[in-house]
């Protein structure tokens, strides 16, 4: 019993350190040339810019301020997890690390958690822009809008990474991935978008924390079950 | 002469069930006391939405399986079973869209059910395209049971969403909120889709298998092509 103990210990440490390579691997590429965390924040400034401009008047701004942040970080997020992939398939680099070898839920984790980041920063970047875009002033805590960016970029991130380890290795991938995304995230979105837009507005019923829960469950869900399934398809498809 | 094949007698006897729990859906059940003959619609639409997620439930056992065994029938029992729940959900959607508006007066609310429902119809539909843009077989296969198992998340969210967020459509039913009458009529009705969807799957499980088997079979001598 202590032996196999012993050894999902070793495999989790092992794992956890194959995942920070990976994710620090990922961060140090966009550190170096962060074309791509600049292109999907400007993307993400015109989606919002576009929203204001449809919109007919400012208290209809003021209503749809946390919607219109969470349809600005998804559409983004497309992109984002597009060119993740893009830069894995070029010479075979995905195919390299998995034959290194790094266990492919390390490479999900990894790969995962650093566009989760960058949904994160992006979120934190876009947020004060757009309030300040649709006059609105936050009634509820920072902290709570902080974690509703937070988990609602990590809740995208999941099947994103997963669903885009799938749509790069086939073709018209920047159509399919929206197509298999979008229907798959509408309950994230729908908690991601309804609580930041409690946070922003008046809760007179207090029910932000039950879309903060909500979103956590998403993630409990999608992360493990994401993770599992990126080894079979990175792995080419072949048993 | 051409084999028997089971899921014929399967399919006759579906058809012939589902006439006989039409003619009393239509006929010999009661009106409802105050949506009057309307309440009709529900007789196919309710079947309709438990055999949809009946064939989803398969797909993802499916699809389970496929990545467990690796055996290529139960890929072709996920795209046989999608693309029959696809067709089961379609027809959900349209049936409450027709119920909804005279008893609503709207066609379609975003309410907890109905979007979910949509969403769920939308992400398997956008399985059936991944199919259909993947050419390596094995590739296919891997990556349609790892997007069904992750689309099958929106199922028991479409389930208990009447129960997790206030709604305008109503709870699940059972027997004992039903009238006796009603609760006969609905099962026959059931049991008549249920048959109707084995039919289904089981015909497009073959053609699924020819296609495939096609598809890995080696190239004609040139002898037999020129």
Redesign the interface.
């Known amino acids: 019993m202590d032996g196999l103990f012993t050894l999902i210990v070793s495999y989790l440490r092992q794992l956890a350190r194959q995942s920070v390579h990976v994710y620090r691997k990922d961060m140090l590429v966009e550190w170096r040339s962060p074309s791509r965390f600049l292109g999907v924040l400007f993307f993400a400034f015109a989606l919002i810019f576009m929203v204001a401009f449809a919109s007919n008047t400012t208290d209809v701004m003021r209503r749809q301020a946390g919607g219109s942040i969470w349809i600005g970080l998804l559409l983004a997020s497309t992109r984002s997890l597009d060119q993740s992939f893009a830069a894995e398939m070029e010479h075979g680099a995905l195919e390299g690390q998995v034959l290194w070898p790094v266990a492919p839920p390390a490479i999900f984790f990894g790969k995962a958690f650093a566009n989760a980041s960058i949904l994160f920063v992006v979120g934190l970047v876009l947020t004060p822009f757009a309030l300040a875009l649709f006059d609105v002033t936050p009634r509820g805590s920072l902290l709570e809008l902080g974690a509703f960016l937070f988990f609602g970029s990590t809740a995208l991130a999941a ?1 994103g990474t ?2 885009t380890a ?2 790069s ?4 991938s920047s159509v ?1 991935l929206p ?2 995304m ?3 995230v ?2 994230i979105l ?1 908690a991601a978008a309804k609580g930041t837009s409690l946070v922003l507005l008046p809760d007179v019923m207090d029910q932000s924390t039950a879309w903060l829960v909500a979103l956590i469950v998403f993630n409990v ?2 992360w493990p ?2 993770a599992l ?1 990126f080894g ?2 990175v792995e ?4 | 002469m051409k084999s028997f094949k089971w899921e014929n007698a399967v399919g006759v006897f579906a058809l012939l069930l589902f006439a006989v729990a039409q003619y009393m859906a239509l006929f010999t059940a009661p009106a409802e006391r105050h949506m009057s003959e309307v309440v009709r619609i529900l007789f196919v639409h309710v079947p309709a939405a438990w055999i949809a997620l009946v064939t989803f439930t398969l797909a993802f056992i499916g699809a389970t399986g496929f990545l467990i065994t690796g055996r290529r029938g139960l890929d072709w029992f996920v795209e046989a079973s999608t693309e029959v729940g696809v067709v089961m959900t379609t027809l959900l959607i349209t049936l409450g869209s027709l119920f909804a508006k005279p008893t609503w007066n709207v066609w379609w609310v975003w309410e907890p059910r109905l979007t979910s429902t949509a969403t769920m119809l939308l992400s398997f539909v956008g399985i059936l395209v991944l199919r259909s843009t993947v050419r390596d077989a094995d590739r296919r296969a891997v990556f349609s049971a790892a997007a069904t198992i992750l689309s099958f998340v929106n199922v028991p969210i479409v389930y208990f969403s009447v129960r997790w967020w206030v709604t305008v459509h109503q709870i699940q039913s059972s027997p004992a909120t039903v009238d006796p009458d009603m609760v006969f009529v609905l099962r026959a009705n059931a049991f008549a889709f249920l048959f109707i969807a084995i039919w289904m799957i089981a015909k497009r499980w073959r053609i699924a298998k020819m296609r495939g088997l096609a598809e890995t079979a080696p190239p004609l001598p040139p002898e037999v092509t020129a």
Request: net charge positive; aromatic share 4%.
């Open positions: 099947p997963l669903l799938i749509t290795q086939a073709r018209g399919l197509l298999l979008f229907p798959l509408v309950p729908m869900i999608h079950l994401s399934l079979p398809v080419g498809g072949t048993h």
